[in-house]
């Protein structure tokens, strides 16, 4: 016999406990752990050459949320964008970095002046991040039949 709830004027009630074959009440026993999957919608990134500011100082450690289908739409009215398509992963990700080093803040004029190889590493953690493991494939050892998991991915945004 299962324990059911009743409502009573919209609030439940628990049903009482089916008895045992001895007649006591049977004791519930601990209630499943529910796991609730928390949104991430930021991530940590180390540049690996770092931005250098007008006075010298050397920016690597930084933020990057998660993209939403508004900035990756108002960059394409942008004029430089509709000149020069290549403009378009400058403009999204100066839209998407929320913290680099001690910047006030960051724009995609920081991230113009960024360094080839740093632009490089933020295109493809921007993809990363907003894949959501899309980029990434079960697969299992020949020899051994151990699962594992590879990375598939490694194109530039826009690339396809």
Do not use: K, W
Request: proline content about 8%.
């Amino acid at each position: 016999m299962r324990r059911t709830a009743a409502r009573a004027g919209g609030a439940e009630v628990a049903a009482p406990a089916p008895a045992t074959e001895s007649g006591a009440e049977a004791v519930p026993g601990p209630a499943p752990v529910l796991q609730q999957h928390e949104l991430r919608t930021e991530f940590p990134f180390q540049l690996p050459r770092g931005y250098v500011d007008e006075a010298g100082t050397v920016h690597r450690d930084g933020v990057m949320r998660l993209s939403t289908a508004r900035d990756e739409l108002v960059p394409l009215r942008d004029v430089r964008v509709q000149e020069n398509p290549a403009f378009l992963s400058v403009v999204l990700l100066g839209r998407v970095i929320t913290r680099l080093g001690t910047l006030p803040n960051v724009h995609d004029g920081t991230v113009e002046n960024m360094f080839a190889s740093d632009l490089a590493f933020l295109q493809d953690f921007y993809r990363q991040i907003n894949a959501e493991g899309h980029t990434r494939a079960a697969v299992e050892c020949p020899h051994c039949a151990e699962p594992f998991e590879v990375e598939l991915g490694g194109s530039r945004l826009g690339e396809s």
